[in-house]
């Protein structure tokens, strides 16, 4: 199947460079040791003993890197400490650090997000713009309290398969809802060529779907789904 990155074709989305320059199969280099070849294949680490050398080197090197680096390498252990919460990483002891290097990349919301939040409003759904969670994760629009959040993807975060035009959801994209589930939290996602065109009752019937994923309904009943605990209801 070929892809292309959707991304190209102009975003009407938020583009975050710390999760789009971050790719689970790119390497990481350290300028005054590339020749020695210091670098991870995220994807192809073999095993965690592997993982905790390189954790250990970064940590010896990371005065060395810079910021989006850094918030590369603040992603990463975050996806260690999630999957190996007992293994030897060096670079857990650096977190703070990473998180500042993370946090420090400023994010504006685009007119496709504001224009899902302003619906969203409109059909009495409170939340908050650009919330900041624990972990540092930027969310287009939760509600904190009870760790549900609506995502609103531009282009940048596809590809598209130039042979049916069907987009997926990129690397990056699909790393970040990891880690995101990961603390518990609850993601509904709103697509650029979902939102197109449509009508503006259309648009709420999509929206109304997409709170329904997370539990809250617009007509002022719960919604109950399997598994699902009923303090975590909502209802607008």
């Given amino acids: 199947m070929g892809l292309r990155d959707g991304g190209r074709r102009g975003s009407c989305g938020l583009r975050d ?118 972990e540092g994760f930027s969310l287009d629009l939760a509600e904190p309290k009870s760790k549900r959040a609506i995502e609103v993807d531009g282009p940048s975060h596809f590809l598209q398969d130039v042979s049916t035009g069907e987009y997926v959801a990129n690397g990056p994209t699909r790393f970040k809802s990891r880690l995101l589930r990961s603390s518990d939290w609850e993601v509904a996602h709103v697509s650029f060529f979902e939102w197109g065109d449509r009508s503006d009752q259309e648009r709420r019937e999509l929206l109304k779907a997409k709170l329904a994923q997370l539990g809250i309904c617009t007509g002022g009943a719960l919604v109950v789904e399997p598994g699902r605990h009923h303090s975590r209801q909502g209802r607008i």
């Avoid at 199969?25 to 294949?41: D, K, Q, W």
């Avoid at 592997?50 to 910021?67: K, Q, W, Y």
């Avoid at 650096?94 to 007119?111: C, D, G, H, N, W």
């Fill in 17 to 134: 460079d710390r999760y789009e320059s971050f790719e689970p199969n790119a390497r990481i280099h350290f300028p005054r040791t590339h020749e020695h070849g210091l670098g991870v294949r995220l994807c192809g680490m073999g095993s965690k003993s592997n993982l905790s050398e390189f954790g250990s080197a970064a940590a010896e090197h990371l005065g060395e890197v810079d910021d989006k680096q850094k918030s590369q390498l603040y992603v990463v252990t975050l996806f260690v400490q999630s999957r190996w919460p007992n293994l030897d990483f060096a670079l857990s002891t650096q977190l703070e650090s990473l998180r500042s290097a993370y946090t420090r990349s400023e994010v504006t919301p685009s007119k496709f997000q504001r224009s899902v939040s302003a619906l969203l409003v409109q059909m009495g759904w409170s939340h908050t713009e650009e919330y900041v969670t624990d």
